[in-house]
């Protein structure tokens, strides 16, 4: 019979499709991403009590600033709004928030709203949102190495322990879990050189209408697989 697995420690969410949901109610594309805003803290919420350590949120790439200027400004100021709307919930819950990307790039408003969520969550020890924001997973890679020369280190790294340390995510396990809503089967720069073993999972649904069940059903489609790693052997190589 098959065996079930642990939950995952880490889950990263592609939080896509919140244009789509707005255009097929004949909404601006904004509406769907403040749908999605409000989703987020109700899906943190339901990870928590699963379990899931830590959940990384995908919640704007590098890219994503090619997008016209009404609609990142729009982004970035719902990100302040649910900064500060936030603050007292992740206090309560003991979620700390660990910002990964070039946030100092962002908008000084929007930079500061996130840095100081991050501060202010400093404390919280149930567990851990990293919330990737001006992200982009090859950026991450030269900012890591400009800080590697910075370190004063004389020659390059052997091991992948010297050089991670140098990454955002120094310190948080990989994700076991990948998912991306709206049916689309990529990973857009999410997490490249952590994501190298990570199960990967398409539901079709939109973000605004990713639901509790939905990620339980990510959750029990994780358990069932056999992760190997490379080796040979069943689940338990991997606990
Ligand atoms: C992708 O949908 C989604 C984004 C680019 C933004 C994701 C951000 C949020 C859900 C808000 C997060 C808020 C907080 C507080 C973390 P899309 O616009 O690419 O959708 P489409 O593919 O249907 O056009």
Known sequence: MDSIGPIPLHVGLIMDGNGRWAEQRGKPRLYGHRRGAENVRRIVTHAQSLGIRFLTLYAFSLENNQRPAAE??????????????????????????????????????????????????????????????????????????????????????????DFEKFLDTAGIPDPDLILRSSGEMRLSHFLPLQSVYSELYFPSVLWPDFSERDLDEAVAVYRRRRRRFGRLGGREMSE
Do not use: C
Request: hydrophobic share 40%; proline share 2%.
């Open 72 to 161: 990142v400004n729009g982004l970035l100021s719902l990100f302040e709004l649910y900064a500060r709307r936030w603050l007292s919930q992740l206090l309560e819950q003991g979620i700390r928030i660990h910002l990964i990307g070039d946030v100092e790039a962002l908008r000084p408003s929007t930079a500061r709203a996130l840095r100081k969520l991050e501060d202010e969550t400093q404390k919280g020890e149930q567990m851990t949102v990293i919330l990737a924001a001006n992200y982009g997973g090859r950026d991450e890679v030269l900012r890591a190495m400009r800080r590697f020369w910075q370190s004063g280190a004389t020659k390059g790294p052997s091991r992948w322990e």
